[in-house]
């Protein structure tokens, strides 16, 4: 049993940074863990995702060089930081855990069975 809680979002300026955090009660140690985003009227989409012990990573090609996910498993915790932000970027974040069963790719929408309320990012030209 997980649940996940996102923290960090907000309205900033383009070209400013934000950090958000996913806190998980359960045992996610061994899970992948990612952060998707919605925009009004658009798919879920996989923004980063990082294994279960930091060794493999993703990002999708619109947040390389600006954004970088990390975790902390003896907190339990995945933060984004977000640099170097822009409009586009506007959407609510959602945190995701794999779940128990391994061997999934951390890059498909499939892998994740536990999800987040989300949080607000707004993005202001």
């Known amino acids: 049993q997980v649940q996940l809680v996102e923290s960090g979002g907000g309205l900033v300026q383009a070209g400013g940074s934000l950090r958000l955090s996913c806190a998980a009660s359960?045992?996610?140690?061994?899970?992948?863990m990612s952060w998707f985003r919605q925009a009004p009227g658009k798919e879920r989409e996989l923004v980063v995702a990082i294994s279960w012990n930091g060794g493999i990573t993703y990002y999708a090609d619109s947040v390389k060089g600006r954004f970088t996910i990390s975790r902390d498993n003896a907190k339990n915790t995945v933060d984004l930081q977000m640099n170097n932000l822009k409009p586009e970027d506007t959407a609510v974040y959602y945190c995701?855990?794999?779940?128990?069963?391994?061997?999934?790719?951390?890059?498909?929408?499939?892998?994740?069975?536990?999800w987040g309320q989300g949080t607000q990012v707004t993005v202001s030209s």
């Open positions: 995701a855990a794999g779940g128990a069963a391994g061997g999934r790719p951390i890059h498909s929408k499939n892998t994740y069975a536990y």
């Open positions: 359960g045992r996610t140690s061994r899970y992948a």
